[in-house]
């Protein structure tokens, strides 16, 4: 007898799954070390989101259907459309990312990737150079500068992020924390629409390997800093 889960629609894939968990943390992880003046620690958690966010760029050509950036990124005219459409009460559910989604996932993954990007050109003219800093001297200040400045973007994209969960949540009653747990869409299959998400055993190893291989990259980026900087 199959599960009460088995027949229902794969949307994420492993790969995005642990990429949006991993992304979570090493978010979190920024922010607490930061506070903390721990900055070796903030260093790793701002390369572990370098990687993470290059990860997904990567697999937003290469991975399952709705990771993918051609299959959920639509106009302004799409969004501005999806917006002013009001579906049927027991209408079935599209699966994935919504026109409107697609625009925090871009706003995200850029904001996340910038802050990533200057953390490793910044220096805070005392006890911290990052790992390129050297490759910028005169600017490296700058570049923290400016890193500081887009912190608060964070901050607003996460907490529009959570809201959006908790209204999918309490509102419209779809779990969408537990479908990029599972993997699956929450509804049951005669209330979410859309195509199958999974990706085969093959793309699940190479989607593995890349993030794994991009996480060494990144964290080898320390090592290119001169011992005299």
Sequence with gaps: MSSPSSDRLV??????????????????????????????????????????????????????????????????????????????????????????????VVALLAVTGFLATTGMFSTDGILFDGPLAHLVPGQADVFAKIHHMVEPALFFLVLLHFAAILIYKFRKKVPLTKAMVTGKAAEPANKAIGADGGITTSRLMAGLMLMAGLQIAAHLLPLLRPAWY
Excluded: C, Y
Aim: glycine share 8%.
């Design 11 to 104: 949307v994420w894939d492993l790969p995005l799954r642990l990429f949006h968990w991993g992304l979570m943390i090493a978010v979190i992880g920024n922010v607490v070390t930061a506070k903390m003046g721990r900055m070796d620690l903030h260093e790793r958690a701002g390369l572990t989101v370098l990687a993470l966010v290059a990860f997904r760029l990567i697999w937003g050509f290469i991975g399952g259907h709705h990771a993918r950036f051609s299959n959920f990124i639509k106009s302004p005219v799409r969004v501005i459309s999806w917006l002013r459409d009001k579906p049927a009460k027991d209408a079935p559910r599209q699966v994935g990312h919504s026109p409107l989604a697609a625009l925090s």
